[in-house]
């Protein structure tokens, strides 16, 4: 069964610097991954996905992401943070096109000014 | 085009009583999956409507019940409300159920349970 662990649960950075939130997933078959983003009191907003080709994604509002496949990870990456990006980011892979999409338990980003 | 929309935004219940939750799907789309998210938690499948007909479920008791009508809008009920219910309830429709990884959430709909 697929399973996923972001290895943080809080994160406070300065604004206009460097974040990376991380991700590694449990599969032997090949993976779909996502990230999603929540703002405070609101639903999920997709900011990036892998699904083939490229291991480097690029999403909205400057995120990146890389698909590690040796070491099943998919760490999401911004070279500089903004006020604006505080929220919760959930990352999530799903095995197939069928099946559900598996959620982590979410790390929650603090941008300080 | 419309995004998704679920109603109530809020909504108390009292323990042992009954709820029903209602989103929009996105025009065009024909798929409608349902969620749980625990304060401080991820959300988690309760399970996926495809043109009308349940396709799949997440790891939730048969209280909890759904319906997708013909214009794809859907229902989420919950019989005999429990207090670990209390939670943000989302709701995401996808084009097709065969990529239903490609989902619109809507706002949510608090539900608090006393």
């Known amino acids: 069964a697929q399973s996923v662990t972001q290895l943080d649960s809080q994160v406070p950075v300065f604004e206009e610097a460097p974040v990376e939130l991380r991700c590694n997933y449990s599969s032997s078959v090949s993976v779909y991954l996502f990230w999603y983003v929540q703002y405070p009191n609101q639903g999920l907003q997709l900011l990036l996905k892998y699904l083939s080709g490229s291991t480097l994604v690029k999403g909205i509002n400057g995120f990146e992401a890389e698909f590690n496949k040796s070491q099943t990870s998919f760490h999401l990456r911004k070279p500089s943070v903004h006020i604006s990006d505080t929220a919760e980011y959930f990352c999530a892979p799903c095995e197939t096109s069928y099946d559900k999409v598996i959620f982590g338990p979410g790390t929650s980003l603090s941008v300080i000014p | 085009e419309t995004g998704v929309t679920q109603s109530p935004t809020h909504l108390i219940k009292t323990r042992g009583q009954q709820v029903t939750l209602r989103c929009s799907s996105q025009?065009?789309?024909?798929?409608v999956s349902w969620y749980q998210q625990a304060l401080g938690q991820g959300p988690q499948f309760i399970f996926q409507?495809?043109?009308?007909?349940?396709?799949g479920r997440g790891n939730f008791p048969p209280r909890f019940s759904g319906l997708q009508f013909p214009n794809y809008s859907s229902e989420l009920n919950v019989n005999a409300l429990e207090l670990d219910d209390s939670a943000l309830y989302l709701c995401?429709?996808?084009?097709?159920?065969?990529?239903?990884?490609?989902?619109?959430f809507g706002p949510g709909t608090r539900l608090t349970v006393t």
């Open positions: 409507y495809y043109r009308e007909e349940e396709n």
């Open positions: 995401a429709s996808s084009p097709t159920s065969y990529t239903s990884y490609e989902q619109y």
């Open positions: 025009s065009g789309h024909n798929t």
